[in-house]
């Protein structure tokens, strides 16, 4: 029975994003929402993040993603990883969190998908 699965002409299917590996060479125990916001990285802006290295992600209220990386932070459709709103992280000048929402100050406008000016409003965590 296995010698036929094996030979088969049929790829699998990812069950799950793969896990998140940070470069140390260490094996971590797998975390699925780090593993959804690495995947997101990998996709968004047709790969070109590859070189970026993942730090965090949490979903928002809506279909709305938040990702940080080592050089980016940016608000994106979670299910279409379409920038809604990025920035390099080194205009972030302030963070402020209070309950469920993060407002970001930065030295710099945001900029959407398109590279124009965007808007970047506070981001509400969606309750887990």
């Known amino acids: 029975m296995v010698s036929k699965t094996s030979k088969g002409s049929q790829t699998n299917k990812r069950l799950r994003p793969p896990r998140v590996t940070l470069g140390d060479g260490i094996l971590r125990q797998y975390d699925a929402r780090s593993a959804h916001g690495c995947d997101s990285m990998r996709r968004l802006r047709e790969g070109s993040w590859k070189d970026h ?76």
């Not at 407002?103 to 998908?113: A, F, G, K, L």
């Open 53 to 128: 290295r993942y730090i965090g992600f949490c979903v928002l209220e809506g279909s709305e993603a938040v990702l940080v990386t080592d050089k980016t932070l940016c608000v994106h459709c979670f299910t279409t990883h379409q920038v809604v709103w990025q920035l390099s992280v080194g205009s972030v000048v302030a963070v402020d969190v209070s309950d469920r929402q993060v407002t970001v100050t930065c030295s710099e406008d945001p900029i959407n998908q398109d590279q124009k000016k965007a808007v970047a409003a506070p981001m509400v965590r969606r309750d887990s």
